[in-house]
């Protein structure tokens, strides 16, 4: 479990859509989290998710761009265990992480996170 002596919590937001990433990066930034936003996945690097602890997946356009980064995250062996938050526009039985329907209140979005942090440690 996640301990208030430890800090902040690091959350990755990944996705394609910057008006959205950065947007919720600042949100996120205000209720007491550390949080990044990559348009891409940076591969080829050690911690390529800056040492996050949740990572959130942004819509997009094609459900095959959201799989095709949660595959990255899983298949790089320094984030393969790392909780992943998918934001889904529409009803999504075959998410590969937890689902969370986009848009939401930040409130429930950080239900969300505090969810996935408690079930990631």
């Known amino acids: 479990m996640l301990k208030p002596a430890e800090g902040p919590a690091n959350i990755a937001i990944l996705g394609g859509n910057p008006v959205i990433g950065k947007a919720l990066e600042a949100l996120l930034a205000s209720t007491d989290y550390v949080a990044r936003f990559f348009a891409e996945y940076p591969e080829g690097e ?14 997009a356009p094609s459900s095959r761009r959201q799989e ?3 595959a990255m995250i899983r298949n790089t ?3 393969t265990n790392l909780p992943v938050i998918e934001l889904i526009t529409t009803p ?5 992480g937890i689902l969370a329907p986009w848009p939401c ?6 239900q ?5 942090l408690l079930d990631g440690s």
């Open 105 to 110: 209140s930040i409130e429930d979005l950080r």
């Open 77 to 79: 062996p320094s984030t």
């Open 46 to 59: 050690a911690e390529p998710l800056g040492g996050a602890q949740v990572a959130i997946v942004l819509p």
């Open 112 to 116: 969300f996170i505090d969810e996935a």
């Open 92 to 96: 999504n039985e075959n998410g590969q």
């Open 68 to 70: 095709a980064l949660i």
